[in-house]
């Protein structure tokens, strides 16, 4: 079974200038979250998709973040403008709920770099 | 909300020796508990987990139980090898589907 695959695994960018960020999860896995980990932290929620719908994005810095999952599949991250701030690695995981089962599967990142 | 608070690294110890990294966490009612690796150039793995008090998740060596009484699940792990050598993130989820809330991560780093 493939993994979650995330691309690109590394982006450079100057601040002010825009970036966005793929991820297709785990086949038949119907909820989505994309998490930002700053260095020496542990990850932290921006949003959350059950199948297309959005259903906790509490923590989406939406001025400058957004996110869609079309057809509850593929999702997409993006920023505009980036700031020096957000610089950090940005994961995407996956989980299909059944019962007794609980585990989120993770992605291996990008790696925002904004100059 | 939920937070988790785990002990600070890095930790170094030596091959074979008797490992425990500390996890406590504030959560409401009755959360699940999740012990993370990520290896170094990799992505977070799951490395055991915990759904109820008094259960005690194990993997690849690793042992942690949940303890409502303390509100903890410290990892735990009788004979490490270089090959652990890795960063750890406890971590905690309210239902099935939410959030992970996740600790700092404590750097583990083993020595031949």
């Known amino acids: 079974e493939a993994g979650v695959v995330q691309s690109p695994r590394y982006k450079i960018i100057e601040k002010k200038q825009p970036v966005a960020f793929w991820c297709n999860p785990i086949?038949?896995?119907?909820?989505l979250y994309w998490y930002r980990q700053n260095l020496g932290q542990g990850p932290e929620l921006l949003i959350r998709?059950?199948?297309?719908?959005?259903?906790?994005d509490s923590q989406l810095p939406k001025d400058r973040f957004s996110a869609e999952r079309l057809k509850g599949v593929d999702s997409t991250l993006k920023i505009q403008p980036a700031e020096l701030g957000d610089s950090a690695v940005y994961l995407c995981?996956?989980?299909?709920?059944?019962?007794?089962?609980?585990?989120?599967?993770f992605g291996p990142g990008t790696r925002l770099t904004v100059t | 909300g939920n937070s988790v608070t785990q002990m600070e690294g890095p930790v170094t110890l030596s091959e074979e020796a008797f490992l425990t990294i500390n996890c406590t966490y504030t959560?409401?009612?009755?959360?699940?508990l999740f012990w993370y690796v990520q290896y170094p150039g990799e992505g977070l793995q799951l490395l055991l987990k915990?759904?109820?008090?008094?259960d005690k998740g194990s993997n690849k060596g690793f042992e942690a139980t949940y303890r409502k009484e303390t509100t903890s699940f410290h990892l735990e792990k009788g004979s490490v090898q270089v090959s652990d050598s890795a960063v750890y993130f406890c971590?905690?989820?309210?239902?099935?589907?939410?959030?992970?809330?996740f600790g700092t991560g404590t750097r583990l780093t083993i020595i031949p």
């Open positions: 995981a996956s989980s299909l709920i059944q019962t007794g089962k609980y585990e989120q599967y």
């Open positions: 998709y059950e199948n297309e719908e959005a259903v906790d």
């Open positions: 915990a759904t109820k008090a008094d």
């Open positions: 959560a409401t009612g009755y959360p699940s």
């Open positions: 086949s038949g896995h119907n909820t």
């Open positions: 971590a905690c989820s309210n239902f099935g589907n939410e959030k992970l809330t």
